[in-house]
């Protein structure tokens, strides 16, 4: 089994936060590939079904950013996924928006949720990585993160996704360099190959 988790925060208030790109991602997947109903379990809501073969859950837990490692690690322990089966989707500050990067292990690069699931469960687990840009200050990265996504771009939200939904066959195939590859061609040819930051510092 494959555990599929997306980082962001529960409730309304937090839904179209850039930091909750990861639900968003695994919200899609769910959706396209037809798992079950989401339901409360785990800390947080669960939904499961085949990917490709493969078992899949997917897990959006409710503990806040900061604690997402409990649910992560309650899951994975009940169903003994090994790390290397552990997937997270997460918004990424040093990626440009549109931009998905796939990596195993690494580090946090500050990021709450990641830490937490580190601490709890190991490091060795995969992560994509969903680009949202940087606000261009360090000052700022807390209000552009738990600041809803601009209408403007919502378009590559959208494509962004798609494509985690569209490619996620290749994750549970072990074909992690392939999801990445895929879905970077997808998005250039939706024309989202050089995205700036909303409110971002221009040149």
């Given at each position: 089994m494959?555990?599929?988790a997306?980082?962001g925060?529960?409730g309304s208030?937090?839904?179209g936060?850039?930091?909750?790109?990861?639900?968003?991602?695994?919200?899609a997947?769910?959706r396209?590939?037809r798992?079950s109903?989401?339901?409360?379990r785990?800390?947080?809501a669960?939904?499961?079904?085949?990917i490709a073969?493969q078992?899949?859950l997917?897990?959006l837990?409710e503990?806040f950013m900061?604690?997402?490692?409990?649910?992560?690690a309650?899951a994975?322990?009940?169903?003994?996924?090994?790390?290397?089966?552990?997937?997270?989707?997460?918004d990424?500050?040093?990626?440009p928006?549109?931009?998905?990067r796939v990596k195993?292990?690494?580090?946090?690069?500050?990021h709450?949720?990641l830490r937490?699931?580190?601490?709890q469960c190991?490091?060795?687990?995969?992560?994509?990585r969903?680009?949202?840009g940087?606000?261009?200050d360090?000052?700022l990265?807390h209000?552009?993160v738990?600041?809803?996504?601009g209408k403007a771009e919502?378009d590559?939200v959208?494509g962004?996704c798609t494509a985690c939904?569209?490619f996620?066959?290749?994750l549970?195939?072990?074909?992690a360099?392939?999801f990445?590859?895929?879905a970077?061609?997808?998005?250039?040819?939706?024309g989202?190959a050089d995205i700036?930051?909303?409110?971002a510092?221009?040149?």
């Open positions: 494959f555990l599929f997306g980082l925060n529960p208030k937090y839904a936060n850039r930091h909750n790109i990861g639900f968003m991602a695994v919200d997947i769910v396209r590939h798992l109903p989401w339901r409360r785990f800390q947080g669960v939904s499961e079904g085949e073969g078992k899949v997917a897990l837990p503990t900061n604690e997402s490692g409990r649910a992560v309650e994975a322990k009940f169903y003994k996924i090994p790390l290397e089966r552990i997937v997270v989707f997460h990424e500050l040093d990626l928006p549109a931009k998905i195993k292990g690494g580090g946090n690069a500050g709450n949720g937490s699931i580190t601490a190991g490091n060795d687990y995969w992560r994509v969903l680009g949202i940087h606000p261009g360090k000052s990265v209000s552009y738990l600041n809803d996504f919502r590559w959208d962004v939904a569209d996620a066959p290749a549970t195939a072990g074909k360099e392939e990445q590859n895929r970077h061609l997808f998005l250039e040819a939706q989202f700036k930051p909303l409110g510092p221009r040149p």
